[in-house]
């Protein structure tokens, strides 16, 4: 009960006060939601994920364990998660925004702060690996699937290389292998991109409560109920039927089924807007995804610990 607790107070308060903040903010001010999500998109993301790569430690047999997992896992729940999208007869844009909401995970900034609660410095050391391998599905799956619903499939497919997010991906893992974190490089080139990095997941925050000001839900509280459901309790399922076939164990296992029991990305609501995918629905999914989680992440834990 003690960690439920502090995951309320440590992770969970704080992302629902700049979301109201936000909220607040455009109601007042109104600022360009579209300007925003850009700039976390184009310029604030490809900063966080270059620079959360670069500096990990992304070699041993545990990493390679931990990526097949992400891999496997984002497949599976996303062939899942269409087949119910086609058993329950969603239209083609809202079946690409119902994958995106089950596929995306809030691995970071709520899953590593609750890894480390629970599982204490090696729950923290996996959780921000398991960031890393969710970073390769985000910004190709994430990115395909956002803007699948409203263009073919070879334009989406070329948008994912049109985003910077891969590239940047590329440039993290090159730093990283050579052995050159940013964080070991001169101020004058290391504290922009911290600086960037680190407006990141804040502005993605800010674009969910400026999102969630003009949203309109009506009419999406089933496939919202269902998307929250699959990503919370679907997922961690999925996620302890692959860990038990490849044998892994221990605290890898456990920082595994708990971080695929996170709700849906922030990120999930930025793509869709910036790509014209249901932005409504997926800014649904998140907000009642991250509230549902608290109670499905009390079954989790207490199974898992």
Same mark, same amino acid.
């Given at each position: 009960?003690?960690?439920?607790?502090?995951?309320?107070?440590?992770?969970?308060?704080?992302?629902?006060?700049?979301?109201?903040?936000?909220?607040?903010?455009?109601?007042?001010?109104?600022?360009?939601s579209?300007?925003?999500?850009?700039?976390?998109?184009?310029?604030?993301?490809?900063? *966080?994920?270059?620079?959360g790569?670069?500096?990990?430690?992304i070699?041993?047999?545990?990493?390679?364990?931990?990526?097949?997992?992400?891999?496997?896992?984002?497949?599976?729940?996303?062939?899942?998660?269409?087949g119910v999208?086609?058993?329950?007869?969603?239209?083609r844009?809202?079946?690409?925004?119902?994958?995106?909401?089950?596929?995306?995970?809030?691995?970071?900034?709520?899953?590593?702060p609750v890894?480390e609660?629970?599982?204490?410095?090696?729950?923290?050391?996996?959780?921000? *690996?398991?960031?890393?391998?969710t970073?390769? /599905? /985000?910004?190709?799956?994430?990115?395909?699937?956002?803007?699948?619903?409203?263009?073919?499939?070879?334009?989406?497919?070329?948008?994912?290389?049109?985003?910077?997010? %891969?590239?940047?991906?590329?440039?993290?893992?090159?730093?990283?292998?050579?052995?050159?974190?940013?964080?070991?490089?001169?101020?004058?080139?290391?504290?922009?991109?911290?600086?960037?990095?680190?407006?990141?997941?804040?502005?993605?925050?800010?674009?969910l409560?400026?999102?969630?000001?003009?949203?309109?839900l009506?009419?999406?509280?089933?496939?919202?109920?269902?998307?929250?459901?699959?990503?919370?309790l679907?997922?961690?399922?999925?996620?302890?039927?692959?860990t038990?076939?490849?044998?892994?164990?221990?605290?890898?296992?456990?920082?595994?089924? /708990?971080?695929?029991?996170m %709700?849906?990305?922030?990120?999930?609501?930025?793509l869709?807007?910036?790509?014209d995918?249901?932005?409504?629905?997926?800014?649904?999914?998140?907000?009642?995804?991250t509230?549902?989680?608290?109670?499905?992440?009390?079954?989790? *834990?207490?199974?898992?610990?």
């Amino acid at each position: 009960m003690d960690t439920l607790i502090r995951i309320a107070t440590d992770v969970i308060a704080p992302i629902f006060l700049i979301i109201g903040i936000s909220v607040l903010v455009d109601r007042i001010l109104k600022p360009d939601s579209r300007g925003l999500s850009r700039l976390v998109v184009y310029l604030f993301t490809p900063f *966080l994920v270059a620079e959360g790569v670069a500096n990990s430690n992304i070699e041993g047999e545990e990493t390679v364990q931990l990526f097949a997992i992400v891999l496997l896992m984002s497949l599976f729940v996303s062939l899942a998660a269409w087949g119910v999208a086609r058993l329950l007869k969603y239209d083609r844009k809202l079946t690409s925004a119902f994958i995106l909401t089950v596929a995306l995970i809030n691995s970071g900034n709520f899953g590593i702060p609750v890894c480390e609660l629970a599982f204490g410095d090696a729950g923290a050391s996996r959780g921000l *690996l398991f960031f890393v391998a969710t970073m390769l /599905t /985000t910004y190709t799956l994430g990115v395909y699937l956002a803007s699948a619903g409203t263009t073919s499939s070879v334009e989406s497919f070329k948008r994912v290389f049109m985003n910077p997010m %891969p590239y940047a991906l590329i440039i993290g893992f090159i730093l990283n292998l050579t052995g050159h974190p940013i964080s070991g490089m001169e101020p004058a080139f290391r504290k922009p991109v911290e600086w960037l990095s680190d407006a990141a997941i804040p502005g993605m925050m800010v674009v969910l409560g400026v999102q969630l000001s003009n949203a309109r839900l009506k009419g999406r509280i089933q496939p919202i109920l269902v998307a929250s459901g699959m990503r919370l309790l679907v997922s961690p399922l999925i996620t302890a039927v692959l860990t038990a076939l490849l044998g892994i164990s221990g605290v890898l296992e456990q920082v595994s089924i /708990t971080q695929a029991a996170m %709700p849906t990305a922030v990120i999930a609501g930025v793509l869709a807007a910036e790509f014209d995918g249901e932005a409504d629905f997926v800014i649904g999914t998140i907000l009642v995804s991250t509230l549902l989680s608290f109670i499905t992440l009390a079954i989790i *834990l207490t199974l898992v610990i």
